[in-house]
């Protein structure tokens, strides 16, 4: 009767034991399972290296330094602080025949290779004749009638430095370098003139731009012959990186 009473004892204290310890493994199987998840996810995402690591590894989220990514620096422009802003025709020109690229982008590209600068090129909204003659014409009436920009510098508070290039006009500068530069505040910039021209050097074009821009600290400014800059490139680059150099740059 006794050695009864033991077996039923022990019998129930088995099926105690198994439906406590059930529930505890209950918790215990769904939290390996998200653990488990979790670890195939990253392991998917690793290299396998990192994978046959983790088969013995904790889950523990520790961020790998080589995973870190870095800021993107600002996504619309370069982080440079310099634009060069330049207008300049290709077609027929004075001395030079008919040429692809303008003069004074010929030299914009020379101060924008040196400084590592932005360039933004100044386009009317209208296309300029390809003819010499047509250009005369033009430049007489836009005095009238100024050109529209076509696009615009959308990030000018990040350029604390501006180079403003151009071909001298009739002893100025074009009628829509003017409009470019009542377009943005320059308030407190340093703006640099640079132009191409067929004898007329500056012709007082920084003063009239110093006029413009009174709040604008106005660099000394370049000219470089058209034809030196078209047929000479070697001796544009030297004046070019001379006056850089005696701008600081
Ligand atoms: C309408 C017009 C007027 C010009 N007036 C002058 C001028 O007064 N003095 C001068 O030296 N060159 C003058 N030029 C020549 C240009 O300044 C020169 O060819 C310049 O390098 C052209 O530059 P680009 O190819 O970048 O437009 C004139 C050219 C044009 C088309």
Known sequence: MKKLLLIWLCTCLCITVTACSGATNGSETENIISESSSSEISSSESNSEDSRQSENTPDISVTDPETITEPTPDETGTGSHILVAYFSL?????????????NTEIVAEMIADAT??????IESTEEYPTTYD?????????EDDPPEIADTVDNMD???TIFIGYPIWWGDTPTIIKVFLQSYDFSGKTI????????????????TIGELCP????????????????EDPESAKNSVTEWLEDNGY
Not at 90 to 102: D, S, T
Not at 134 to 142: A, M, T, V, Y
Not at 192 to 207: K, M, Y
Not at 215 to 230: E, F
Request: proline share 2%; with cysteine.
């Open 192 to 207: 640099i003139p640079f132009c191409t021209h067929a004898g007329s050097g500056l012709s007082g074009t920084d003063r």
């Open 134 to 142: 047509g250009l005369l014409d033009i430049s007489r009436k836009e």
């Open 90 to 102: 290709a077609g027929e020109q004075y001395e030079v025949g008919v040429i692809e690229k303008g």
């Open 158 to 160: 990040d350029y604390d």
């Open 215 to 230: 709040d604008s600290t106005i660099g000394n400014g370049l000219d470089v012959r058209g034809s030196t800059a078209q």
């Open 116 to 121: 590592g600068a932005d360039m933004f090129k």
